[in-house]
Structures are given as C-alpha cells and as structure tokens.
C-alpha cells in the first residue's frame, strides 16, 4: 500500500497562492489515480480535484475550478495541486490521497473519498480575508 505525504500548508492572505504537494512511497506510483480532499472544522470531508494515473485527466470540484490546478510527476512520485486566487472559504486541512483506479473510470468515481485506499495526514491551509 502507497504512503503519502503532504506538505505546503501555511498561513496566506486572501488572493494569495499556494503549492502544496503529495510525496508517495512504497508503492508503484503510477498505478494509482490520487486526489485532494479538504476538511473543515465541523464539516465534512470534500472532494477538490484528483488526476488519474496517466495525469492526462484531471477533475475539480466547482469551488475551484478555475484557480486550483492539479498535476502529478511520475519521475518524482509527487502529486501537486496549485491553488491560485485563495479565499477565506479555503480554509481546511487538505488531504491527498490514493486510489487503483483504472484510467478509464469516469470522474463522478473520484468525487467519494471512499474510493480512495491510502490517506495522507493532511496539511493545513488557513486563508484570512
């Protein structure tokens, strides 16, 4: 099973970007399909944006489409997902995680965090207006 870890959390201001990645390990990388996932405090966990094995598709939930970009580099067993244009509602602990998926599978498959086998241990992005 892959490992994952997440890092490029921080503290910004509204309008502002961030990079955060997601290093694997123990595993063959590009078997898995990876996503991003962010929680809130007293909500639940939502789905931002995944990108399948190949990195050729890639799905974002409408909060942020448009400014967040994700895009992996199989060279470096590394997922990143570049959040341009942050705002307040941002705010969350963010998550990548791992997933078997096949290349082909739809992406309404990579909107359920159940689909997803192996979790990082989030990192923490606090946007402030």
């Known amino acids: 099973q892959v490992q994952l870890v997440e890092s490029g959390g921080g503290l910004v201001q509204a309008g502002d970007s961030l990079r955060l990645s997601c290093t694997t390990s123990?595993?063959?990388?590009?078997?898995?399909?990876v996503g991003w996932f962010r929680q809130a405090p007293g909500l639940e966990r939502e789905f931002v944006a995944a990108?399948?094995?190949?990195?050729?598709?890639?799905y974002y939930s409408d909060s942020v489409k448009g400014r967040f970009t994700i895009s992996r580099d199989n060279a470096e067993n590394t997922v990143f997902l570049q959040m341009n244009s942050l705002k307040p509602e941002d705010t969350a602990k963010y998550y990548c995680?791992?997933?078997?998926?096949?290349?082909?599978?739809?992406?309404?498959?990579?909107?359920?965090?159940?689909?997803?086998?192996?979790w990082g241990q989030g990192t923490q992005v606090t946007v402030s207006s």
């Open positions: 995680a791992a997933t078997p998926a096949l290349e082909g599978y739809g992406s309404t498959f990579y909107y359920s965090s159940l689909r997803y086998d192996s």
């Open positions: 990108v399948s094995r190949s990195g050729f598709r890639r």
């Open positions: 123990g595993g063959t990388f590009s078997r898995y399909a």
